[in-house]
């Protein structure tokens, strides 16, 4: 019954880098624009996977992960589960957070980004994501260090803006625990 001044949204990780390399930010530049002139603030979560959805990373991304499968047991059967391990996946979602960060780190449009990118949903947790149909195994967590890689990336790009920390109940207390020492929390 209120007006809404502030918005949010996550984002597909295909969305804003279409090709290796090539970025498209035009989704973010919209909410940023829409958000100043309602007088608020914008905040998003970029999204690797999500339970149901076929493929939330850039198809280029596939082919340099040995371990990330299709849950319907061929290309483009069922939903795309990266390997959170990849070096791949972590060097690529690292030059995107660079990418993001050359752009948006003084914006003042933005009020907060959610860490993202691993787990279902980008929350932490690969609860709800389809195991491996070639094993049975779910979906492998993500290792405390790659964990740390992807917060450190977040942190050294945006070391002005919020960054909210996600943790599920059945996810990652690590990243959190580790997001949480390396900045200032403000309680909200």
């Known amino acids: 019954p209120w007006p809404t001044t502030d918005s949010y949204l996550r984002i597909p990780w295909r969305e804003l880098e279409p090709t290796e390399g090539h970025y498209d930010f035009s989704v973010i530049d919209q909410q940023l624009a829409a958000a100043k002139a309602r007088g608020g603030k914008f905040g998003f979560r970029i999204e690797a996977v999500r339970q149901d ?39 690529r979602a690292e030059a995107l957070i660079n990418a993001l960060s050359q752009r948006y780190a003084n914006d003042p449009r933005l009020g907060w980004i959610e860490t993202g990118f691993y787990g279902n949903y980008g929350e932490w947790a690969v609860a709800g994501l389809p195991n491996n149909p070639s094993t049975g195994n779910p979906p492998a967590m ?10 450190d990336s977040w942190v050294a790009g945006f070391p002005k803006t919020r960054l909210l920390q996600i943790v599920e109940e059945d996810g990652d207390t690590f990243g959190f625990q580790y997001a949480m020492s390396l900045k200032t929390s403000i309680p909200i």
């Open 142 to 151: 993500m290792t405390d260090g790659n964990k740390k890689a992807i917060i």
């Open 53 to 91: 959805v076929p493929i939330m990373v850039p198809d280029y991304l596939t082919s340099l992960m040995p371990h990330g499968y299709w849950s319907g047991g061929c290309t483009n059967c069922g939903v795309y589960v990266p390997d959170f391990n990849s070096p791949a996946f972590i060097s």
